[in-house]
Nanobody, 126 residues
Framework: VQLQASGGGSVQAGGSLRVSCAAS????????MAWFRQAPGKVREFVAA????????RYAASVKGRFTISRDNAKNTVYLQMNSLKPEDTAVYYC????????????????????WGQGTQVTVSS
């Protein structure tokens, strides 16, 4: 499975961005997918995850209520809609996929994910 993230950019605090992750290769609704992020000098952290069937989602406390993860299995794409962005949301955002988590589960654990995209930069200025 290859993952290609896109849609990052620069925005002022309070603004919105949507990042996308297109999957190719052995894709399908059996893959749970997630977004993680890494800010300079910090460890990679979980942002949001969605189950293979799209029925279950999970969010980090820091983004809950502001970010929405969704997927379109027909397009093999997962999205992260980010609203009310804050400067502390500035990071490289990585998408990830795994077969090891069941179709109805969404994992927040990075070690559960086997496939990673190259990352897309999101910068929020105050």
């Amino acid at each position: 499975v290859q993952l290609q993230a896109s849609g990052g950019g620069s925005v002022q605090a309070g603004g919105s961005l949507r990042v996308s992750c297109a999957a190719s290769g052995r894709t399908g609704s059996n893959y749970a997918m997630a977004w993680f992020r890494q800010a300079p000098g910090k460890v990679r952290e979980f942002v949001a995850a969605v189950s293979g069937n799209g029925g279950s989602t999970r969010y980090a406390a820091s983004v809950k209520g502001r970010f929405t993860i969704s997927r379109d299995n027909a397009k093999n794409t997962v999205y992260l809609q980010m609203n009310s962005l804050k400067p502390e949301d500035t990071a490289v955002y990585y998408c990830a996929a795994t077969l090891r988590v069941g179709g109805s589960s969404a994992s927040s654990v990075a070690n559960d994910y086997d496939y990673w995209g190259q990352g897309t930069q999101v910068t929020v200025s105050s």
